[in-house]
């Protein structure tokens, strides 16, 4: 049998003394100190803007001078910062978080090129795949013909989401949504985007997921071209079929995974 004395000493907590058997019951199922800090930038990571020291202490539970101290800690390597109302992840943890959604785009484009690549053939018009960063829309590829080689390259590879097909397109099937506007919510219900010269020269673009789940990797694929070019032509339907198909080789992909 387990001592009060044993468990006050097994929970030593960088100098911190459990001094009450209560406080030791309640922290005798913890993961130690390293498992209270992933909590706490857990806590401060979940939110789009500052966690105050009482929001994240009545979210994990944790007294506040255990949350005031571990903040000090990660502040200290860099993994949080102060902002105006709390809390906010730092420049460490931004700089990881950078280099695994690096990998994940390059992934995504690995994997779904061909399907990128078939598309183009199939219609001869500017191709992008593309995934959601914020509200900007990140083109991972467009592949186009010389003949329309000025409109893509005056587009950015970055822009916001609310200017293109393809960023609406993302926009709408965010997850974790309570609200859209009623634009996001037609594109959501119809699966496609479509805009009129969203490129100089009365260029149109339309655009649809290929999966909605974070976990499949969200990302979206459309075309850009005349709006004659686009519109009754069957060109949308072998684009929504060539998204179903990025899809089955992204759930492949996966199974393979597990």
Known sequence: MVSRADLIDEHLIEGEAVSTAVEVAQRAGSAGAIGRAMAVLDCVGGRSGPTSLAEISRRTGLPKSTVHRLLGTLEAQGAVRRASAGYVLGETIKRLSDGGETARRDSLRHLLMPHVAE???????PTSLAVLDGRTVVRLVTLYPRTLAGPVLRSADRTPAEETALGRLLL????????????LVRIRRAGIAFQEEEHPGG??????????????????????????DLVGTGVEALLRRTALDARLTLRRHQAALR
């Open 119 to 125: 598309l183009y053939e199939a219609t001869r018009l």
């Open 172 to 183: 709408a099937y965010r997850p974790a949504q309570t609200t859209l506007e009623p634009e």
């Open 203 to 228: 260029m149109a673009a339309m655009a649809v997921p290929i999966t909605a789940r974070p976990a499949d990797g969200a990302a979206a694929i459309g075309l850009t071209g005349p709006a004659g």
